[in-house]
């Protein structure tokens, strides 16, 4: 806490990193600029309460270039990133199950989502989730720019889906294929 981490994790395998552990406030208040950069970070977090992840911290370039299919699977994220940078988190990595079967509430509360998932497949971003404030009073100008979103929310409450946001270019130059399907 209150901590500099910012090559936490660098080129190194994370896969089973606190697996089944309680880590609601890693990296609170800390400089995570670079966490996980070029890693595996598979079932980072997995089954585990992520609550406050990262709060007030500088995620911009967490995960970049990384490997993070299951990051939070099964995990409560209800305040990751909150009041955070998280303008390139997931930039050019391969997010597909990113957040299934979690509780995304206020995923990115408050926060620059700018270039979330930028050039990422995001395919099964939030399947079977809650994004009820998803994005809420954000930046979603380029969200998903270059991206495959087949299924992105599919079967997911999306109640409040960008409220009070900024959604330019949502979706921009992507695969929307069944956006909104069974929604």
Do not use: A, I, P, T
């Not at 998803?134 to 495959?148: A, I, M, S, T």
């Amino acid at each position: 806490m209150r901590c500099d981490l910012r090559n936490f994790g660098e080129k190194c395998d994370l896969r089973n990193f606190e697996e089944r552990c309680e880590v609601r406030n890693f990296g609170g208040m800390c400089d995570l600029r670079n966490f996980g950069e070029r890693c595996d970070l598979r079932n980072f977090g997995m089954r585990c309460d992520l609550r406050n992840f990262g709060e007030k911290c500088d995620l911009r370039n967490f995960g970049k270039r990384c490997e993070v299919r299951n990051f939070g699977g099964m995990c409560d994220l209800r305040n990751f990133g909150g009041m955070c940078d998280l303008r390139n988190f997931g930039g050019m990595c391969d997010l597909r199950n990113f957040g299934m079967r979690c509780d995304l509430r206020n995923f990115g509360g408050m926060c620059d989502l700018r270039n979330f998932g930028g050039m990422c497949d995001l395919r099964n971003f939030g399947e079977k989730c809650d994004l009820r404030n998803f994005g809420e009073r954000c930046d979603l100008r380029n969200l998903g720019g270059r991206c495959d979103l087949r299924n992105f929310g599919m079967r997911c409450d999306l109640r409040n889906f960008g409220e009070r946001c900024e959604v330019r270019n949502f979706g921009g130059m992507c695969d929307l294929k069944n956006f909104w399907r069974y929604v």
